[in-house]
């Protein structure tokens, strides 16, 4: 069975987050093992679990209009480098084939 890490900065259910969730519903249904990690919780986490898809919540430097000022700046670095532990964690454990990332844009 292959497995796929699939990760994705957002929790809502715009149009990127629908692609996205529908990426992984139709991994899922062709067998695949998969994961997804979210940056925090929402409606996108909502639909994943209903459709029988384990999810994991890393917070994580998401970048946004509000780092484009110096305290902004700051506070992505400073989310970022708190992430790095877990998201190192994820991807040491070698139990995946694939790695999807997706962005919001």
Not at 33 to 49: K, N
Not at 84 to 91: A, C, D, E, F
């Amino acid at each position: 069975m292959t497995s796929v890490l699939m990760a994705h900065p957002g929790a809502e259910l715009y149009g990127s987050d629908r692609v996205f969730l529908d990426s992984a519903r139709a991994l899922a249904a062709r067998g695949w093992d998969v994961t997804v990690v979210l940056a925090g919780p929402g409606p996108l986490l909502d639909e994943l679990c209903g459709a029988g898809i384990r999810v994991e919540i890393q917070p994580t430097g998401v970048i946004r209009k509000s780092a484009m000022s110096p305290l902004g700046l700051v506070r992505l670095a400073v989310e970022s480098m708190r992430s790095v532990p877990g998201q190192l964690r994820t991807i040491r454990t070698g139990r995946f084939d694939v790695v999807y990332v997706s962005t919001l844009i």
